[in-house]
T-cell receptor, first 114, second 111 residues
Framework: NAGVTQTPKFRILKIGQSMTLQCTQD?????MYWYRQDPGMGLKLIYY???????DKGEVPNGYNVSRSTTEDFPLRLELAAPSQTSVYFC?????????????FGPGTRLTVT | QKEVEQDPGPLSVPEGAIVSLNCTYS??????FMWYRQYSRKGPELLMY????GNKEDGRFTAQVDKSSKYISLFIRDSQPSDSATYLC???????????FGTGTRLLVSP
């Protein structure tokens, strides 16, 4: 049971390039989330999904896109990378039937845009 | 005004000290309150979860919620160097599917 896995761990992008951050969970959770974490700013929600085929915007969705074709995978796409997207990105999942509302986080992807 | 306020620290204490970490919030609809612990270069992990007001204890950790003051606390007794991490509070209301996180407080426990 690997939990939530994210690839890559690190990436350096040039301004204007595109990339996809991968996220996979093996817990059969219906809810999945993408956050970014900037120093001193806490976790900001980018996009979330309540199940395969259903996604919705979070607090800071501009410059990002997501898709959810399977329960396990929730990739985050960055188009036309900008320096403001330099951050640590975390994917999380949770069981929608759990009362504790616990979100399980992946190890993160550190992205630098120069 | 931010929806959730948390002092970023760092908070430095000697081993064995009692630590108090706090968050204030403005949304009176919040009903579920959580504390996540995040070690350096790792993802957050759930530490404590509380519904509505009151106290909850788990080993050396106690979570308190005072809804009348819109104030939540996490107490760590007999702090250990392994407790050195960033502690994030998080909360949500009953119908909302999203958590609102505080900025996190960095705790350093020296041996």
């Amino acid at each position: 049971n690997a939990g939530v896995t994210q690839t890559p761990k690190f990436r350096i992008l040039k301004i204007g390039q595109s990339m996809t951050l991968q996220c996979t969970q093996d817990m059969n959770h219906n809810y999945m989330y993408w956050y970014r974490q900037d120093p001193g700013m806490g976790l900001k929600l980018i996009y979330y999904s309540v199940g395969a085929g259903i996604t919705d915007k979070g607090e800071v969705p501009n410059g990002y896109n997501v898709s959810r074709s399977t329960t396990e995978d929730f990739p985050l796409r960055l188009e036309l990378a900008a320096p403001s997207q330099t951050s640590v990105y975390f994917c999380a999942s949770r069981d929608g039937t759990s009362r504790s509302y616990e979100q399980y986080f992946g190890p993160g992807t550190r992205l630098t845009v120069t | 005004q931010k929806e959730v306020e948390q002092d970023p620290g760092p908070l430095s204490v000697p081993e064995g000290a009692i630590v108090s970490l706090n968050c204030t919030y403005s949304n009176s609809a919040f009903q579920y309150f959580m504390w996540y612990r995040q070690y350096s270069r790792k993802g957050p992990e759930l530490l404590m979860y509380t519904y509505s007001s009151g106290n909850k204890e788990d080993g050396r950790f106690t979570a308190q919620v005072d809804k009348s003051s819109k104030y939540i606390s996490l107490f760590i007794r007999d702090s250990q160097p392994s407790d050195s991490a960033t502690y994030l509070c998080a909360m949500r209301d009953t119908g909302f599917q999203k958590l609102v996180f505080g900025t996190g407080t960095r705790l350093l426990v020296s041996p």
